[in-house]
């Protein structure tokens, strides 16, 4: 019994089953990719899985897989390459818009395969008129051979032009390795072993369960890879890959409500629109990015950092043990010293009934005030600071870049 369930005609049925489920889930994923992302670039890989799902639920219902001296052998084979091309261009697709020279390889595969099996049509009915003779083993070898040996060639072309252009070349090629193996055991069980070897029948039935389940794979870490670049998007400002303004204030909004004293340091880049006016937006950019990654890096093990707007860049102190005065004077000295522009810095520490909007209005009122006093220095927020009137300074003067001491 455990014999003819792996070994015989009822294993093609139970690896048809086992497939079938991956098919499932796999399909669910690509079309839960064409709906949500309006690609048209992933119909050819629910096409496909569709197709290849076809396959196998016809294997299920006639009880068996086509053995080579079956008539209906060629048909299979035939589906098998169609829905290999149109696996294989899905794959592509994940990783890689359509492009006309993929639509026009993609199409040439498919008439080429058409071509193969209308010639075999031809040569059966030319060639074999007596249907005797067509059915015999040698017959459907020489009939059924040319779309095997193109089926290989199909292979090969996909592991040696294709992989370079997908994400996940070592499952990719892998799941061709083992694509070869399954269609070299089918091919060694037609031409070579009329009745089937042993061992080549369980792994035509079997390998095809490995193919399937490292395109399961493949897909499935493709999805997540979307949904957490889909996700980072939203939340990070595209220029900078500093956190957005709404997710900032959320996170800022998390630390308060679980009492941490944070400090929050505003950060206004000096002169940036004279910048723009004079070296035009790309230096601008090119501005903002370099102090941006200065802050990405003063942040990385002790808070957040954040674009508010425009040229305002925000960070949060997490660290209770850090003098946020401190971090913001070297933001402000690195900053001059590695951008090649300078910064006007504010920073407020959390007090007690402080919202996350009013504690980050402060330090924003802070560096308002750095910025009227001669710019490229830090202020600390003093309670009643307001832009409107400013509080007498104390310190060296604006030129220095040193903290004015917080009251």
Known sequence: MASELFFGSSGGIVSALMILLMLFL??????????????????????????????????????AWPDAGDGGAYLVNGLQTLSFIALNVGLYQLYNPTKRKVTFLAYLGTILTLLILGARYYAASELFPDPAAAASVQANAFLNVWMDIYLYALIFFCFYFVTPSVGQTTKYQTALVVYFLTHSAAVLNSYVYEEGATGLRFAEHFLPVVFFFIVFLFIFERVLELMQAVYHSSITDGLTGLFNRRFFMRRLQQYLQGGVAVGVIFTDIDNFKKLNDTKGHQQGDEALRKVASIVLEIAEDIGVGGRYGGEEIVMIVADPKLDPGKVAERLRARVEAEAGVTVSVGWAKYRKGVTAEQLTKQADEAMYVSKKTGKNRVTAYKPGMTAAGLPPLSGPPASSGRSLPME
């Open 26 to 63: 796999m399909t669910a994923m690509s079309l839960r990719l064409m709906l949500s992302r309006k690609k048209k670039a992933y119909f050819s890989l629910t096409f496909s899985l569709l197709l290849i799902a076809v396959q196998y639920a016809a294997v299920v219902a006639i009880g």
